[in-house]
């Protein structure tokens, strides 16, 4: 049995180290593999209690806390899987991202993939992501892909903001990027103290403070029915203003 430490290069300043807080064991070719299974489908290495740590010169970048982690090396890409261990059905993954230095948002997941050629995570089963600062959000999904600035959450996207009023958000689909903006696609639901929004597209500025709409929307409020077109509203949704109406509005006394 042969232990290591790996230290992979991602670009200029930025290191990626493994630590392995307890073992992390070179491939061997076990007897006794299970049927259709060969050593390629090992992983090249694998820890217990797994630390794994991504850094932009000197500044912390990536944290990951995991009880299994196992190296791939394939053909066409190199990646960390980081998830419960054999037979732990009950662990998770804890993922801290950092920006200049500072700790921008916590996620946790039942699995998480590391690729190293474009430094790209993604997290899959009961994700839940919180993103500091003034312009954070909760955010539960499927699944959560980080790249680079930007956070993708797809599945059943749940949200609640915090620099938009509190408002909650449903949609298969949103990208945040870090810094408080957003946009979420496939249909979106937004409530908030004003009323409710509904459009295929929601976008929120968040140097504006603003939710914005480019297409049709459809909004209920107290004492009042929309539909129209390009909807630009505050973070309550109390006050609005759109293009155009697409043939109903109704105003309730």
């Not at 070719?29 to 217990?48: H, K, M, N, R």
């Not at 810094?179 to 937004?190: K, L, M, W, Y």
């Not at 107290?222 to 109704?250: C, H, K, M, Q, W």
Request: one cysteine or more; a negative charge; charged letters at 25%.
């Amino acid at each position: 049995m042969r232990c290591r430490l790996r230290l992979v290069r991602l670009g200029a300043g930025s290191v990626l180290a493994l630590g392995l807080a307890l073992a992390g064991c070179t491939r061997t070719a076990p007897a006794g593999l299970p049927p259709g299974t060969t050593v390629e489908d090992l992983p090249e290495s694998e820890s217990w209690n797994a630390q794994l740590r991504a850094s932009d010169d000197g500044q912390p970048r990536l944290e990951i806390d995991a009880p299994y982690l196992a190296r791939y090396d394939r053909a066409d890409t190199a990646y960390v899987y980081l998830g419960p261990a054999p037979g732990d059905s009950a662990a998770t993954v804890a993922v801290r991202l950092y920006e200049a230095g500072q700790l921008s948002a916590s996620v946790t997941a039942r699995e998480a993939w590391y690729y190293e050629d474009d430094g790209r995570l993604v997290t899959r089963g009961d994700v839940r992501t919180s993103v500091t600062g003034e312009e954070g959000a909760l955010i539960e999904a499927a699944t959560v892909e980080v790249r680079g600035d930007t956070v993708e959450a797809v599945g059943a996207v749940r949200a609640e903001t915090q620099g938009a009023g509190g408002a909650r958000i449903a949609a298969p689909r949103l990208r945040l990027v870090r810094g408080g903006a957003f946009e979420a696609t496939g249909g979106a639901r937004v409530e908030a103290t004003g009323g409710v929004l509904v459009a295929s597209r929601v976008e929120w500025d968040a140097e504006a403070e603003r939710f914005r709409v480019p297409g049709a929307f459809s909004f209920d409020g107290p004492g009042e029915r929309v539909r129209g077109v390009g909807l630009n509203a505050t973070s309550d949704l109390a006050r609005y203003s759109f293009r155009n109406a697409t043939g109903e509005i109704e105003v309730r006394e």
